[in-house]
């Protein structure tokens, strides 16, 4: 995968919104920019979620695994979980007295992305440390029908912990540093229809393949500081994270003065108290609080105001477990706070001050039974709540890549969710499946809407797009199905659907993803010399997508890509290597993704035809050495 949430995507109910192969922002359920919190380091990753046109700012290669949770997840995690929550962990510590580490190096064949990391990790009498250094750089990305010119990015990722691990528990210090050069391109075509530069002049093979971006580009920086601790406190543990970001996202049209320039800087805590089960009861007491500070610090463009918010939230949550069955129960308050700053430019007033106060109660049920070895049922029920963000109140300016002219509304409510969901699982010896539907009523549901205005701006005609709010109401299902007749052959398949409606205007919700079906089969052949060794194929399909907003939106067509890879992991005499050769979309398929910012409809209000293809063929060589240093 070419970044962290397009490889999230293989699980049903999750997919993306893309500007081309580097940026990607996650999806669950139909929902996705403020309603989907994104945990690494154990606190909230917070940049600029409510964006189209850049992703999370998290180096791909840090985590070691992922945990998504589908549907509201707002009582244990806070306002904004409304869609969901993906959690990124961290690599376990070394083993006590040794020093290891990791070494991952890709290329893939598209747009010619290098992905190099390293890694060190020890421990010594308690005292862990590790660190990380990542560089990607990839040039232009090319369609089945030609580059797109200046979609190179360059990525620079540093991060380290160092902490102790005691018998009273732990404490560990997370610092991290990811950096982000993306360059964008706003199509112009010559009279035959072909991609060329602003004065005119064609673009060449050379110009493609340059890895040098051209303006305009994106400078995307975050820096974040973590102190996660879990102390052993009489009856239980207290989990403490402690949290301060600064996210900088500066915009250059032609020069290397940014135009547009947020600083954003968060601070945040969060405490849960955990008390060990007594009478099968598991009770988890939680407070949290946040405080964030943005500033524009261009002179030249401005799109949302400076803005202070502040947040503060507590819950509490039980778990019973009985027989075969547990049941869950928990109830969470929110309080949330905006405070946006006038500015007047020129003597006219760009942004009038505002200040909103926003409260809210929640709570969540659960419900699990296994009746053997085999089969499970769970079932949850809940509320969640979102505040509007500063951008959804108070914007009022093009927002650059978007191609659009947003205007906010500060009279906006908070959103307020009601969902439930049922699973059904089956793990057996050859056949492991489940299946689940859910319903998810979302009143005030907020976005921006287009009804053919538009307006001139910085010399030229840009559509404008109001927010607003009305009634949703998304249901859906998802589904595996697993077999593997003989210990060597899986054969893997998964489904996601989502139906979302607008409710208030009897019309579908926009930008909503089609359903998807994945089959993979793969093979795990036992070969001397070699361990893990598989080969497989895939088909991945999606559905056509009609349901869109028919005035400002553009349906998609159906499509399968044919997708294949192998690997093997060997020894070079005693080093361990794992290689690994990957192929997606191997047949060079002409397709749009239905989430894709580059899909027709989404670059010029005159010509909702022009478009421009997902990624063609692109063929991922891997390398995967770890080793040991100490022992």
Do not use: C
């Not at 477990?321 to 905006?338: A, C, E, L, M, P």
């Not at 003597?347 to 089969?375: C, I, M, R, Y």
């Amino acid at each position: 995968s070419t970044n962290l949430v397009d490889a999230l995507t293989k699980i049903p109910g999750v997919s993306q919104i893309t500007t081309g192969p580097s940026v990607s922002k996650p999806v669950i359920r139909g929902l996705g920019y403020n309603r989907i919190v994104t945990l690494d380091d154990g606190i909230k990753q917070q940049g600029q979620q409510w964006g189209d046109e850049h992703g999370i700012e998290i180096d791909q290669f840090k985590s070691d695994r992922i945990e998504v949770l589908r549907g509201a997840a707002s009582l244990m995690y806070g306002s904004d979980a409304l869609g969901g929550v993906i959690n990124i962990l961290e690599p376990s510590t070394a083993p006590e007295g040794q020093i290891k580490g990791e070494f991952i190096t890709n290329y893939a064949t598209n747009n010619g992305l290098t992905a190099n990391s390293l890694m060190l990790n020890g421990t010594q009498n308690g005292f862990v440390w590790r660190a990380r250094g990542t560089y990607k750089n990839a040039y232009s990305f090319k369609t089945p029908t030609g580059y797109f010119p200046n979609s190179g990015f360059n990525e620079t990722d540093l991060s380290g912990m160092i902490g102790l691990n005691k018998s009273w528990g732990y404490t560990h210090l997370n610092v991290s540093s990811f950096r982000n050069n993306i360059g964008f391109y706003e199509p112009t075509l010559d009279d035959n229809g072909n991609f060329v530069k602003e004065d005119g002049e064609s673009f060449i093979t050379s110009d493609f393949k340059n890895r040098d971006l051209d303006y305009p580009r994106q400078d995307i920086r975050h820096f974040k500081i973590a102190l996660n601790n879990n102390f052993v406190l009489g009856n239980g543990n207290l989990k403490a994270d402690f949290g301060y970001q600064q996210n900088q996202r500066r915009e250059f049209e032609d020069t290397t003065e940014p135009a547009l320039f947020f600083d954003l800087k968060t601070y945040s805590g969060d405490l849960k108290y955990y008390l060990h089960e007594t009478n099968g009861w598991q009770p988890v007491f939680g407070l949290s609080a946040g405080a964030g500070k943005s500033l524009n610090k261009a002179d030249d463009e401005f799109l949302i105001p400076d803005y202070d918010t502040y947040g503060i939230g507590a819950f509490a949550y039980a778990k019973k477990n009985w027989d075969k069955n547990t049941f869950s129960i928990g109830v969470r308050y929110d309080f949330r706070k905006n405070n946006g700053k006038q500015l007047i430019v020129d003597d006219e007033e760009v942004f009038a001050p505002f200040q909103n106060k926003f409260s809210n109660v929640s709570g969540a049920l659960g419900f699990t039974h296994q009746f053997n070895d085999e089969w499970n049922f769970k079932a949850n029920a809940g509320s969640a709540f979102r505040a509007p963000n500063p951008a959804e109140l108070a914007s009022n300016g093009v927002h650059e890549g978007t191609y659009r002219y947003e205007v906010g509304n500060p009279n906006l409510k908070p959103e307020r969710s009601y969902q439930v969901d049922v699973a059904l699982e089956y793990e057996g010896k050859i056949v492991s499946a489940s299946a689940s539907i859910y319903n998810n009523y979302v009143h005030d549901f907020i976005y921006a809407a287009n009804n053919g205005e538009t307006i001139i701006a910085e010399g030229d005609e840009y559509p404008v797009y109001r927010y607003t709010q009305v009634n949703a109401n998304l249901y859906g299902a998802e589904a595996s199905l697993t077999i593997h007749p003989v210990p060597f052959i899986h054969f893997e398949n998964t489904f996601g659907y989502v139906h979302a409606q607008n409710t208030s205007l009897n019309k579908p919700l926009a930008f909503i993803p089609a359903a998807t079906l994945r089959n993979e089969l793969r093979f795990e052949p036992k070969i001397k010399g070699t361990n893990d060794a598989y080969l497989f194929v895939g088909i991945n399909s999606a559905f056509k997508q009609t349901r869109v907003d028919q005035v400002f939106e553009t349906p998609t067509s159906g499509y399968t890509l044919l997708n294949a890879g192998i690997g093997a992991n060997f020894n070079l005499g005693k080093q361990p290597v794992k290689l690994s050769i990957s192929a997606n979309n191997l047949l060079d398929q002409k397709y749009y993704d239905a989430l894709s910012r580059f899909k027709p409809g989404r670059f010029d209000s005159e010509n909702p035809n022009l478009g421009v293809y997902n990624a063609g063929r692109n063929i991922t060589f891997g390398l995967y050495v770890p080793f040991t240093l100490a022992k």
